[in-house]
């Protein structure tokens, strides 16, 4: 999806691409997806803390149980996290379980989209998707640890006594999943001390070129025919 590249067809969409093509094919042979339900602590971690994030921000609106589907590419979906639709923002929240994958995610940050897209395609392209399916204008990542005090309040917020499942968390998140957050010693956790020099939250917000957002229509209509095939 680089530019040079040339014209998009079966043979020259690289590898990582051709792993996504049968990764699709196994699930739609299957009929369900790859993956299961939120599991072990990192991803656990990620999911609970996402809604932390959120109540921090205001004109945020958490769209991550929506899944949205383009209007005429079968089987073109993706699931953003959240919006801010005063803005025409499209945006994902990556809450990491270690501080050096943090740290890899400010440095991209703080280098910019086009480092951003090289070091993380993945990331990226995911982002293009989404503003692509919803019709937004702009992509956003926001990159979230917390600092110490407010690690001590999403400990808290995990805790028996203030827990409670909501709709940001569908059910896919219980007391005996987060019961680790205030549990174990809290140096386990990520947190950012208070002399620091790192901020909790950074955030990288583009406008896609449109020649990226044409390739990646070209390669998910590939995608389609060689699902279908």
Same mark, same amino acid.
Do not use: H
């Given at each position: 999806m680089s530019k040079g590249r040339g014209n998009w067809s079966p043979e020259?969409?690289?590898?990582? @691409? *051709?792993?996504?093509i049968r990764e699709k094919q196994w699930e739609r042979r299957l009929g369900r997806a790859l993956t299961g339900p939120i599991q072990g602590r990192p991803a656990i971690w990620g999911s609970f803390v996402e809604k932390f994030v959120y109540d921090q921000q205001s004109g945020v609106v958490i769209v991550s149980k929506d899944r949205w589907t383009h209007p005429e590419i079968e089987g073109w979906t993706g699931s953003p996290d959240?919006?801010?639709?005063?803005?025409?923002?499209?945006?994902?929240?990556?809450?990491?379980?270690?501080?050096?994958?943090?740290?890899?995610?400010?440095?991209?940050?703080?280098?910019?989209?086009?480092? @951003? *897209?090289a070091k993380k395609p993945e990331y990226y392209w995911q982002l293009v998707s989404n503003l692509i399916l919803t019709g937004f204008d702009q992509c956003e990542l926001t990159v979230f640890v917390p600092t110490l005090e407010q690690l001590m309040k999403i400990r808290k917020l995990a805790d028996k006594a203030e827990f409670h499942e909501n709709d940001h968390w569908g059910g896919e998140l219980n007391l005996d999943k987060v019961a680790f957050i205030p549990l174990i010693d809290y140096r386990e956790l990520p947190f950012l001390p208070e002399d620091s020099q790192y901020n909790s939250t950074y955030t990288l917000r583009f406008t896609p070129d449109q020649e990226d957002i044409e390739n990646l229509t070209k390669r998910v209509q590939i995608a389609e025919k060689q699902l279908k095939a």
């Open positions: 020259n969409v690289g590898a990582p @691409f *051709k792993s996504y959240y919006f801010r639709p005063m803005q025409r923002i499209v945006g994902d929240i990556k809450c990491p379980w270690t501080l050096t994958s943090f740290c890899e995610l400010v440095d991209l940050i703080e280098g910019g989209v086009e480092e @951003f *897209k």
